[in-house]
């Protein structure tokens, strides 16, 4: 038997880990330069949601992309560079150096996004293919959103639960392209000339242009439209506004509703009323997050 994997006791461990084969992220320096350590655990199981390349959860697409990162080496978006990939009989350890610098503003990201989504790039067979309906479908798993159910959402939150499958459906009918996958700020580090520097590829795939907008503009301060406007300007003149803004608004509206009923359904056992609960510290956030998407959610209740 092989010793389980350990970091190194003089690496600084870093908060914010995430992913579904995460085991933690740590800063180690070595050789005068500083490198970001990522371990990711391969799974005790086959459980398809981890094994299966094509889902957005698939446990070894970081260590995928370190070994071939001209899969996503711009434009728009570029990885860092990366260092050793370790294989043992317990996972995978990625190495890229630590990138520090001015985040860059979020048009110049938006229409970052965009140039990633329009370029011609042959997609990998460890590449996600069904982003929004793997997310939708762990909603599922849960029952759905049944604390929203109890809230004053709870007509407009079941009518989009129940056409859950027809919008899904629809933005498929759209371009497809390069998805990061995990378009939130903290993942869009630094400008490299027009391109924008990415981490955190667990999600990387294909699908519908304009999913990555429409995470994005969940995390973002300016509106809708005009990190549209920035994000189509990325396609390029043959953008169908159409197609790609029901492909953002969807994804955003999706996403927020189900963030907004995991943090509700947290502190929902409590003592008080649910609707007290609104302004807990853990759920606010999301509600004010819900509410600034109210615009988008309208066009998808007809």
């Not at 799974?43 to 070994?67: C, H, N, V």
């Not at 933005?171 to 996958?181: D, S, V």
């Not at 995470?215 to 300007?233: G, N, P, T, W």
């Not at 947290?266 to 302004?279: C, I, S």
Request: glycine share 10%; aromatic share 8%; charged share 25%.
């Amino acid at each position: 038997m092989s010793d389980m994997w350990e970091p190194d006791p003089s690496w600084r461990r870093l908060p914010g880990a995430g992913g579904p084969a995460t085991t933690g992220v740590w800063l180690a320096e070595v050789g005068g330069r500083r490198w970001v350590v990522k371990r990711l655990s391969a799974p005790y199981d086959s459980t398809p949601a981890l094994t299966d390349p094509a889902r957005a959860g698939y446990w070894r697409r970081e260590a995928e992309i370190a070994r071939h990162p001209g899969v996503v080496d711009g434009p728009g978006l570029v990885p860092p560079v990366f260092g050793p990939v370790q294989e043992d009989d317990d996972g995978v350890t990625v190495w890229s150096l630590e990138q520090v610098g001015e985040p860059p503003p979020a048009l110049f990201v938006a229409r970052a996004l965009g140039r990633f989504a329009a370029a011609s790039q042959a997609a990998p067979a460890w590449a996600s293919r069904r982003l929004l309906a793997d997310r939708l479908e762990m909603a599922e798993r849960r029952g759905g959103w049944p604390t929203l159910a109890r809230t004053t959402l709870a007509d407009v939150a079941d009518r989009l639960w129940q056409r859950r499958d027809h919008w899904v459906s629809g933005c498929a009918e759209g371009p497809e392209g390069r998805l990061h996958g995990d378009a939130v700020p903290a993942n869009f580090l630094v400008r490299s000339g027009q391109d924008v520097v990415a981490v955190d590829w667990q999600c990387f795939g294909v699908g519908p242009v304009g999913t990555d907008l429409g995470y994005y503009a969940l995390s973002s301060r300016e509106d809708f439209e005009v990190l549209v406007d920035a994000f189509l300007d990325g396609v390029g003149p043959d953008a169908d506004r159409e197609l790609i803004v029901l492909a953002a608004r969807v994804t955003a509206v999706y996403t927020v509703l189900s963030r907004a009923e995991w943090a509700l359904a947290q502190v929902a056992p409590g003592e008080g009323a649910l609707a007290g609960k609104l302004r807990h510290p853990a759920v606010a956030p999301h509600v004010r997050a819900l509410q600034r998407q109210y615009p988008q959610i309208e066009p998808l209740l007809g």
